[in-house]
């Protein structure tokens, strides 16, 4: 038996201390946040709740197996089982065109052919060799350790290709709307195509492999049946403590560091980004983090289209509709992310030309009541997350005041940015986000009829 201390409380650093828990190693695990969960924290507000990240993931396999594997079933768990979404997501193009992108091969090729006569057929043929290359990766790479001098041969192959993944996409694609769809989880997941290896593209063949799945009750639902698991398996939860860096010894990692002192381990997993503890952050210098979107989580009131799971506006910004979350009566919670030409305060993204250009004409086209989209204001209601005090901005000078409403407030995980803060030094210029590689711009007609 081993002294492991796990480092994080997101579903990364909990699902592996359940797991090592099990296998009767004695598991710490260390949170710097007061609460488990990390990306899955959910938001309330106000009767209002959200989803604080994901809301649906796509191998539910790798769920299903943590539960098993670290007690009972998750079946037994939840009472119902894990629910499939029959549309993966909806993609809404400038021209216009709308792709309800469905799992299964059969259903994706009948669903790109309606876009235009051949292009299920290219569409198929990218997503097979994306499984053969599936197959491979599975057994080497996902579900074996890493042995970077010992890698079987075809996998070398496929991580030795210099293809980034914008240019296999445009290479494979003459329509840009399939470009688009296949490169969308990367994109959305923060990521430029342009720095991603073409392998990465394997998402697109997971989603229609697996689809996607949702968890009844939310995200928060399984991040607090987790808890419930580590609970079960004696982990020694330590939050609001966080881990400045590992202590390394002799090549061995020997203990962390903690405000209260070293903690020794035999093991130490590392459920944080790395370059957040110094002994690791070399590892890691020559790669590129992941940009969280700009999030706005909100309460609206009114008359609300129904809309997909996941409702995409390809353009620049991205916009990102998710219509989870639970509401008081006769009111409707929304995520929206956004990425691109955008502003991380939500007030000024209401009103700048940009996004509300894009949520505007998204409303118009779902047949929303005019008085909604009235000169470019926020909706009657929009409230967002918890009202965020006024503190000093990233340059410690004290907030600028600034009229807005008080409730509404953007945000990046990990970090909560009241309206009136600054711009992040760190945060890429609008035009190093590609234009959903390039989706032509033709900008919608106002006398289109609305689908
Ligand atoms: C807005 C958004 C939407 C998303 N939507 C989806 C989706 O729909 N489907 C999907 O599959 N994925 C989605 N993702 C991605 C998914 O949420 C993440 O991949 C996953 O939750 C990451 O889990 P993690 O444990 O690696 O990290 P995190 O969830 O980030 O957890 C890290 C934890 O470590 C803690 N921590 C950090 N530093 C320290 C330290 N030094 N010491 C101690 N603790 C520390 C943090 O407080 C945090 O709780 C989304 C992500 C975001 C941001």
């Known amino acids: ?26 598991v710490t695990l260390f949170e710097a946040a007061p609460e488990l969960g990390g990306a899955m924290r959910p938001e309330a507000a106000e009767g209002f709740t959200w989803d604080g990240g994901p809301d649906h993931f796509l191998v539910p396999a790798v769920v299903r197996d943590l539960f098993r594997k670290s007690g009972r079933p998750l079946e037994k768990e939840l009472e119902i089982d894990l629910e499939p979404l029959p549309v993966i997501r909806e993609h809404r193009f400038r021209d216009r065109t709308v792709v309800r992108l469905p799992s299964g091969r059969a259903d994706q090729i009948a669903t790109f052919e309606e876009l235009g006569a051949g292009l299920g057929q290219k569409w198929a043929d990218y997503t097979d060799e994306l499984g053969e290359l599936w197959t491979v990766m599975r057994q080497h790479y996902f579900e074996s350790p890493w042995r970077p001098d010992d890698l079987p041969r075809e996998l070398r192959d496929i991580i030795d290709r210099r293809e980034s993944l914008y240019k296999k996409l445009r290479r494979t694609f003459k329509d840009d709307r399939l470009a688009t769809v296949a490169g969308h989880p990367l994109v959305a997941g923060g990521h430029d195509l342009r720095n991603a290896p073409a392998w990465a593209g394997v998402l697109a063949y997971l ?16 991040r607090d049946l987790l808890a419930e698991r580590l609970a079960t398996r004696e982990v020694d939860v330590v939050l609001d403590t966080a881990v400045s860096d590992v202590v390394v010894r002799g090549g061995r990692a020997v203990a962390v560091s ?10 130490v997993v590392c459920a944080v980004d790395p370059r957040r503890l110094p002994a690791l952050a070399r590892f890691v210098e020559r790669t590129m ?26 353009g620049n910004p991205l916009i990102v509709i998710r219509p989870g979350g639970t509401a008081p009566e006769g009111m409707t919670a929304w995520t929206v ?15 700048a030309p940009r996004w509300t250009c894009a949520i505007r004409s998204w409303l118009a086209w779902t047949r929303l009541r005019s008085t909604w989209c009235a000169s470019g204001a926020a909706p009657p209601r929009a409230c967002c997350g918890r009202a965020a005090a006024p503190r000093a ?48 711009r033709r900008s919608p007609s106002p006398r289109s009829p609305p689908t």
């Not at 989603?207 to 399984?222: I, K, S, T």
């Not at 600034?402 to 945000?411: F, G, Y």
């Open 1 to 26: 038996m081993a002294r492991v201390v796990v480092v994080g409380g997101g579903f990364g650093g909990v699902a592996s201390a359940a797991r090592l828990a099990k296998l009767g190693h004695q």
């Open 207 to 222: 989603e229609q492999c697996f689809g996607a799945w949702r968890v009844p009750g939310g995200m928060a639902h399984l």
């Open 258 to 267: 903690t405000p209260t002192g070293e903690v020794p381990a035999d093991a």
């Open 289 to 314: 983090p992941a940009m969280p979107p700009v999030i706005a989580y909100l309460g609206l009131e009114g008359e609300v289209p129904l809309i997909e799971h996941e409702t995409v506006i390809q």
């Open 337 to 351: 992310h956004g990425r691109g030409k955008i502003s991380e305060d939500c007030c000024a993204c209401w009103r």
């Open 393 to 440: 901005n990233d340059s410690g000078r004290p907030p600028r005041s600034r009229a807005c409403t008080p409730s509404v407030r953007t945000r990046r995980r990990g970090r909560a940015w009241p309206t009136w803060a600054c711009r992040p030094r760190s945060w890429p210029r609008s035009s190093d986000q590609p234009d959903a590689l390039n989706c032509r």
